[in-house]
Antibody, heavy 116, light 108 residues
Framework: EVQLVESGGGLVQPGGSLRLSCAASGFRLSDYWMSWVRQAPGKGLEWVANIHQYGSEKYYVDSVKGRFTISRDNANNSLHLQMNSLRIEDTAVYYC?????????WGQGTLVTVSS | ETLMTQSPATLSLSPGERATLSCRASQSVNSNLAWYQQKPGQAPRLLIYGASTRATGIPARFSGSGSGTEFTLTISSLQSEDFAVYYCQQYNDWPPWTFGQGTKVEIK
């Protein structure tokens, strides 16, 4: 069964940092691009970043450029999102998803709350 | 950046009725469009990709159509489990991938 499980969310103060992880199983991570997508409370979906199979290309939405870094460890079937200089507006559930242009499947999400 | 606009924001229908959801792109995305379903407290689930191809395990009552800038998701006969929020996403022009704001299908 193809499965993605996120972890690492929590409560952090504005300006703080957090590192999210996504554990993949049931498929070979190195065969796929991977994405992070977020959803603020009560809001819609916003794509955040994605990464090439071997990490050679990375793309970000403008609002996180210079603050977030996506990375992957294919040997350990894991995807990561390092989030620095967090803002209140970064509060959201963060999902990882296998990226074949369409996003499928998605993990269950991890909640990041930025608040003082 | 390609902007995606969905309509209506909310659709109030009864079980057994037909649901028609619309998605419009600010520029042509060819057939590079996906639809997702999201239920409360759950992650989104892929329904349709390539504008009209059902994802694995998706019932035949879900169908997608359109190309270019105008797209439609149709649910032929609403079941109780279909009441949810639906999002369209374009993957023609990136970065970024962009989503519509969602259409909530609620029980009338």
């Amino acid at each position: 069964e193809v499965q993605l499980v996120e972890s690492g969310g929590g409560l952090v103060q504005p300006g703080g940092s957090l590192r999210l992880s996504c554990a993949a199983s049931g498929f070979r991570l190195s065969d796929y691009w991977m994405s992070w997508v977020r959803q603020a409370p009560g809001k819609g979906l916003e794509w955040v970043a994605n990464i090439h199979q071997y990490g050679s290309e990375k793309y970000y939405v403008d609002s996180v450029k210079g603050r977030f870094t996506i990375s992957r460890d294919n040997a350990n079937n894991s995807l990561h999102l390092q989030m620095n200089s967090l803002r209140i507006e970064d509060t959201a559930v963060y999902y990882c998803a296998r990226d074949r242009d369409r996003l499928d499947p998605w993990g269950q999400g991890t909640l990041v709350t930025v608040s003082s | 950046e390609t902007l995606m606009t969905q309509s209506p924001a909310t659709l109030s229908l009864s079980p057994g009725e037909r649901a028609t959801l619309s998605c419009r792109a600010s520029q042509s995305v060819n057939s590079n469009l996906a639809w997702y379903q999201q239920k409360p407290g759950q992650a989104p689930r892929l329904l349709i990709y390539g504008a009209s191809t059902r994802a694995t395990g998706i019932p035949a009552r879900f169908s997608g159509s359109g190309s270019g800038t105008e797209f439609t998701l149709t649910i032929s006969s609403l079941q109780s489990e279909d009441f949810a929020v639906y999002y369209c996403q374009q993957y023609n022009d990136w970065p970024p991938w962009t989503f519509g704001q969602g259409t909530k299908v609620e029980i009338k």
